[in-house]
Nanobody, 115 residues
């Protein structure tokens, strides 16, 4: 059974930092492309960043230079380091694994940035 568990969300002031973690189980993690997505209230879920099994990364323009996605294959974990947070970053953040052409999602973690 595939399971993704996110953690690290919370309340932070604008300009602050948070690090999100997502631990995967039930898959060969090192073969998976991992991603972080966000969903703000009343909006569709959207991409934040992805990292392939070889370590290639991709970011949405709004987070470039502020967020960093990285992975530790020994811990089956993907991280999202978020710096210089803005109120518009407020959302539920979800981890996704793409494994053999199937997508698996975590339950999400809330990030709230106050102004």
């Amino acid at each position: 059974q595939v399971q993704l568990v996110e953690s690290g969300g919370g309340l932070v002031q604008a300009g602050g930092s948070l690090r999100l973690s997502c631990v995967a189980s039930g898959i060969i993690y090192s073969l998976s492309t991992m991603g972080w997505y966000l969903q703000a209230p009343g909006k569709q879920r959207e991409l934040v960043a992805t990292i392939t099994r070889s370590g290639s990364t991709n970011y949405v323009d709004s987070v470039k230079g502020r967020f960093t996605i990285f992975r530790d294959n020994t811990k089956n974990t993907v991280y999202l380091q978020m710096n210089s947070l803005k109120p518009e970053d407020t959302a539920v953040y979800y981890c996704k694994a793409n494994y053999f052409a199937r997508d698996y999602w975590g339950q999400g973690t809330q990030v709230t940035v106050s102004s």
